[in-house]
């Protein structure tokens, strides 16, 4: 009997060895002689059949009916979203105790995006494995942008209650931008490249009573910005940067009350431009230890301590790329403190709340600094930094208001570094000492609506630049939004800014500190902005 399957979207069945007998051609094979099942298949239900003269059961691929999906998503900017969609039945096929299923986006319209996604569910663990691209046109461009990205990732059960997890991702996007957000000083615009490629396996072990894991992560990401056609512009611009670690953790729960982590892990984090000529290594060991505590069943308190390191910007950096050739990267460092945190969490019958003490120092930032006359990211010690923050989510049912929440965030912090132009200590740069955000939303099941309110507010912040100073005031916002989902879409509805502050620019003749100061300008940022998006999630 053969199949004919008219549907978009495929759920086929996976290699399935029954015997330990060596298959001898590990190609695909369609099988159509079975006879159709009812239900879901089970392989070992099926017939043996003979592979080129080898004795055993062995199947390669089946198709059966009713459990072949093949679904065509098509979206596009310029046009409205077109789905088509054919199911020949809801069942699932069976391997075994897992199943395996592939889903497919086809391109369609102006600005096209596809992509595949392979989902493997086995006995002891699972596999997924997508794919996607992604082609649009900017407004004012003649070329179009691109964007690709693969990823990999396994968990898969061993014996024992060993569990083993991998994962890796490359990730490419080519984007045109105008001259001056890349600071150029000529007029064809350029193409800005970045390409990230990331990979992580993880294994653990329970050795009573305790639960090791040891693994490894590697990253690195480059970033190119030149003209179109001109080769050498991207090999003289080229910024990369690259992360390695290696960790081992120890899980351990002496009393039912209180669990315990540790670890430590060894990092090489580095940065290179200009074809290697100029370049910059970071090693450090980064020990770190968490004791969680739950003394009641509605509380939690949460201790740790840790190095922690940020990885190099190669974007923040690219302002390296066409500066001074005599430019020296050895003394840049990525972001690093030692850590302290606490967090408290309790449950107040339907409602949450939660506060966190984090405090950092011995470190270093990255603020700007003119380097061979050239204004770039420099490294800047941190002598210390604070915060706190508390959050709530709060029903409001049992106050008579059925269907409706309130969340709020609020965090109060400051922060002490080192000015690499006046050597003076001030705040780090953009960074406010307060915000506070509120969302009271109210739910309407029958009407599928969601309507409410929301409320922002930002403390004074200053920029810090090379010759400029940019202070923003404090500022409170206002907002409200309708969401409207009847099926499939959503239209929502926001309104945001009814109120906001103005940022002051100070500009002076050279280097702040040292020079006269030119002159100032206001830039006025209050003023209410209405955003309407209709959406559907594929």
């Not at 290696?246 to 009350?257: G, N």
């Not at 603020?367 to 050239?374: L, T, Y």
């Not at 050597?423 to 406010?432: D, K, L, N």
């Not at 940022?503 to 300008?521: E, I, V």
Request: neutral net charge.
């Amino acid at each position: 009997m053969s199949y004919s399957v008219k549907s978009r979207r495929l759920v086929a069945m996976a290699c399935i060895l029954c015997a330990p007998a060596a298959l001898a051609d590990d190609s695909a094979e369609l099988v159509n002689t079975i006879p159709a099942p009812v239900g879901p298949v089970e392989v070992n239900d099926l017939p043996p059949v003979t592979a080129d003269g080898q004795l055993g059961p062995v199947l390669n691929l089946m198709l059966p009916p009713g459990a072949v999906k093949l679904q065509a998503k098509t979206r596009g900017k310029a046009r409205s979203p077109l789905v088509r969609t054919t199911t020949a039945s809801a069942d699932t096929v069976i391997l075994g105790q897992g199943s395996v299923a592939l889903d497919l986006k086809v391109p369609g319209g102006r600005d096209l995006t596809s992509g595949a996604t392979l989902n493997l569910n086995l006995p002891d663990g699972a596999v997924k494995v997508q794919g996607s691209a992604s082609v649009g046109k900017e407004d004012g461009q003649t070329a179009f942008w691109h964007k690709d990205a693969a990823q990999i990732e396994a968990n898969l059960s061993g014996p024992l209650g060993t569990e083993l997890s991998a994962s890796g991702e490359n990730r490419l996007s080519l984007t045109y931008r105008a001259p001056e957000s890349v600071g150029a000083s000529d007029q064809a615009a350029h193409l800005v490249r970045t390409q990230t490629q990331a990979a992580q396996a993880a294994l653990t072990v329970p050795v009573a009573p305790f639960r090791v894991t040891a693994g490894a992560k590697s990253s690195s990401d480059q970033t190119q910005e030149g003209a179109p056609g001109n080769s050498a512009s991207f090999t003289q611009s080229a910024v990369r940067t690259s992360d390695h670690t290696a960790y081992v953790d120890v899980e351990w729960q002496p009393l039912p009350v209180l669990q315990l982590k540790g670890g430590t892990a060894a990092r090489v984090a580095d940065i290179s431009w200009q074809n290697n000529a100029h370049s910059s290594t970071y090693r450090s060991v980064n020990p770190n230890l968490t004791a969680t505590l739950q003394p009641f069943s509605d509380t939690t308190v949460t201790a740790k301590v840790e190095h922690v390191v940020a990885p190099f910007d190669a974007a923040a950096f690219a302002a390296y790329a066409n500066a001074d050739s005599a430019t020296d990267a050895s003394g840049f460092q990525p972001d690093h403190a030692w850590q302290i945190q606490t967090k408290v969490e309790q449950k107040l019958g339907p409602a949450k709340l939660s506060a966190t003490y984090t405090a950092a120092r011995q470190g270093t930032v990255t603020e700007f600094a003119e380097i061979r006359g050239v204004q770039a990211p420099a490294t800047t010690p941190l002598v210390g930094r604070k915060s706190v923050a508390v959050a709530l989510q709060l029903p409001l049912s049992p106050l008579g208001l059925p269907h409706t929440d309130l969340s709020s965030e609020a965090m109060w912090q400051s922060s002490k570094v080192v000015d690499p132009v006046t050597f003076e200590t001030r705040a780090a740069s953009g960074e406010p000492g307060e915000k506070v955000s509120l969302k009271l939303a109210h739910k309407l099941p029958a009407s599928n609506l969601s309507v409410g309110f929301t409320g922002d507010f930002t403390g004074t912040r200053t920029s810090y630049q090379v010759n400029e100073l940019s202070t923003t005031e404090a500022s409170a916002s206002l907002g409200a939004f309708v969401s409207y989902k009847p099926g499939p879409y959503v239209l929502d509805l926001n309104l945001h800014g009814l109120y906001g502050g103005s940022t002051r620019d100070d500009f002076f003749t050279g280097p702040r500190g040292s020079s006269k100061f030119s002159h100032s300008a206001l830039q006025d940022n209050s003023g209410p902005a209405v955003k309407l998006e209709l959406k559907r999630p594929f």
